[in-house]
């Protein structure tokens, strides 16, 4: 019995201390999984996280859907690692926003991550039903001069 109300106060306690919504949890912890399932080349679960109409502006400028997107893992490519750190997230009614910066492997594949490629994203999800689900995403690279 202790371990139960030791638990449910460590949740509340956490969720107050940083102001954090059952819903702004569940959305960071599918923030995390859909990159596992991505770096996993995990199709079949990335399907039935996205939406029937997801879409991607990705970093080289082009929008691609979940057909394009499957084709390319089967077809043997491997996304480079990205280390996400969400800033933002906001609702309105049934749609989250979350926004951040992310640093992506470059090519080289190198482990050092002050040479790892900064970007900005904004990814999208929608609560269809009982969960959420990813709608749209949107990466840009960060020029530096």
């Given at each position: 019995?202790?371990?139960?109300i030791l638990?449910i106060?460590?949740?509340?306690?956490t969720?107050?201390?940083?102001?954090?919504?059952?819903?702004?949890l569940e959305?960071?912890?599918l923030?995390?999984?859909?990159?596992?399932?991505?770096?996993?080349?995990d199709t079949t679960s990335?399907l039935?996280?996205?939406?029937?109409?997801y879409?991607v502006n990705?970093p080289?400028?082009k929008?691609v859907?979940?057909?394009?997107i499957?084709?390319?893992?089967?077809s043997?490519?491997k996304f480079?690692a990205?280390?996400r750190?969400?800033?933002?997230v906001?609702?309105?009614?049934t749609i989250?926003?979350v926004?951040g910066k992310?640093?992506?492997?470059?090519g080289t594949?190198?482990?050092n991550?002050?040479k790892w490629i900064?970007?900005?994203?904004?990814?999208?999800?929608?609560?269809?039903?009982?969960?959420w689900?990813?709608?749209s995403?949107q990466?840009s690279?960060i020029?530096?001069k």
């Open positions: 019995m202790k371990a139960i638990t106060s460590f949740f509340f306690v969720t107050i201390s940083f102001g954090q919504t059952k819903d702004e959305i960071r912890q923030e995390k999984y859909w990159t596992e399932l991505l770096d996993m080349g990335l039935e996280i996205w939406s029937k109409e879409v990705n080289n400028g929008i859907t979940p057909k394009e499957v084709a390319l893992m089967k043997g490519h480079p990205v280390e750190i969400i800033e933002v906001t609702f309105n009614q989250a926003i926004m992310e640093l992506q492997q470059p594949m190198t482990t991550q002050e900064p970007r900005r994203f904004t990814n999208v999800w929608i609560k269809a039903e009982n969960s689900q990813l709608a995403r990466s690279e020029c530096i």
